[in-house]
Each structure stands twice: as structure tokens, then as C-alpha cells.
């Protein structure tokens, strides 16, 4: 069954560091998402990504977070300038269509000191 | 602010009896609703679409919507030990370019042998 791959499972990185989550969605979908779940909350909506722009944000999603789908396959979430807040997990999902349901990736979790 | 709500429980039941799941929204032009699962530390995984009012079934799972009022609920049929999980209900607002979800804090359900 196709599915989502995202690397690095776990990133541990200090407060003020720039990191790059990594994910490659199913081939043949058209729509890219990332949501994180800090520890024991709601899985919350970062962005939505769909023909090479940024369809959607939340306000979580600030001028410290951005996404590039930098060839056909990789899509990418950076945060700059961590914090501990950030400590959280990051999914990365992908749909075929924008009426159906996702199938999300197996997370990285990132710690920040 | 439109929100999800579901008892986080925990839902505990016997094996083999029907656990039934609940989940409010707020959003009354709410069109497309989703059930996920989630193990610990893993992944939502999507187990139900439903976008219809009325009754929708999948195997031992059945999803039922009543728009009037903004409700939607998860029956799991001859519960099995391996169904013990946080179940997620996540609804796509109206009007919403990005195709994002917003999803309610889960429900952990229990299923004992």
C-alpha cells in the first residue's frame, strides 16, 4: 500500500537552530499538509500545499515556518530559529483530491533544548 | 472559532460489545467528516469518511452524521482488544480553500479481553 514517507523520525536540535523536516507524499496525490501534535493535545493544521503554492495557513504557521517542494517528489517543512515550544510532533499528510481524506506519514518528532 | 469536541474518555468495553464514539462540531456548513485512528505515538491512520447524513458502514465500523445537529458518531462493532486506541474525528470546514481539517482532541477507547 502507497504511503508517506518522512525522515527524520526523531530530530533533536538546540533552541535558535534552523532544522528541515522531510517528507515524500504518494506519487500520484496533488495536496500536501503539515500538522503537528504537541504531547497529549489536538492534532493542530500548520499548511496545505497544492500546484506549488501555499493554498492555506494557520496562525501557528508565522514567518518561521516554510515549505518547499523543492523537486517531484520531496516536500519540505523549515523552521527557523527554534524554540521550545516547537517541541512537538510533525506529521506530513497527502490527499489524491481536496474532497477526501488523508494519509498521513509516520511523524518526526522534534525535541528542542 | 470552529471546533471539534469529544469526550477524551477513556471508553472502556468489554470484547466483542459495540463501542459507540461521539464527536460535536461547531461549524454548521461543515461538509466532510472523517474518523481516524491513532496509536500511541503513531500515526492517524483514516479509518471512515462520511459526507452524507444517514449511516455509512465499513466492516465492523459505521459511521452516522446528523447535520441538524452537528453531530457525528463512530459505532465499532465485536470490539477487539486490538481496536484499543484514541479515535479522532476531524471535519473540513465550509468555505475552506486549503482543504484543511480541524480535528477534535480524540476520544481513547479501551477494549478489554
Known amino acids: 500500500e502507497p504511503e508517506v514517507t518522512q525522515t527524520p523520525s526523531h530530530q533533536v536540535t538546540q533552541m535558535g537552530q534552523e532544522v528541515i523536516l522531510r517528507c515524500v507524499p504518494i506519487?500520484?496525490?496533488?495536496?500536501f499538509y503539515w500538522y503537528r501534535q504537541i504531547l497529549g493535545q489536538k492534532v493542530e493544521f500548520l499548511v496545505s500545499f497544492y500546484n506549488n503554492e501555499i493554498s492555506e495557513k494557520s496562525e501557528i504557521f508565522d514567518d518561521q515556518f516554510s515549505v518547499e517542494r523543492p523537486d517531484g517528489s520531496n516536500f519540505t517543512l523549515k523552521i527557523r530559529s527554534t524554540k521550545l515550544e516547537d517541541s512537538a510532533m510533525y506529521f506530513c499528510a497527502s490527499s489524491e483530491d481536496g474532497d477526501g481524506g488523508y494519509t498521513f506519514g509516520s511523524g518526526t518528532r522534534l525535541t528542542v533544548v | 472559532q470552529k471546533e471539534v469536541e469529544q469526550n477524551s474518555g477513556p471508553l472502556s468495553v468489554p470484547e466483542g460489545a459495540i463501542a459507540s464514539l461521539n464527536c460535536t462540531y461547531s461549524?454548521?456548513?461543515?461538509?466532510?467528516f472523517f474518523w481516524y485512528r491513532q496509536y500511541s505515538g503513531k500515526s492517524p491512520e483514516l479509518i471512515m469518511s462520511?459526507?452524507?447524513?444517514g449511516d455509512k458502514e465499513d466492516g465492523r465500523f459505521t459511521a452516522q452524521l446528523n447535520k441538524a445537529s452537528q453531530y457525528v458518531s463512530l459505532l465499532i462493532r465485536d470490539s477487539q482488544p486490538s481496536d484499543s486506541a484514541t479515535y479522532l474525528c476531524a471535519v473540513r470546514p465550509y468555505n475552506n480553500a486549503g482543504n484543511m481539517l480541524t480535528f477534535g482532541g480524540g476520544t481513547r477507547l479501551m477494549v478489554k479481553p
Open positions: 506519487s500520484n496525490h496533488l495536496y
Open positions: 461549524d454548521r456548513g461543515s461538509q466532510s
Open positions: 462520511i459526507y452524507s447524513n
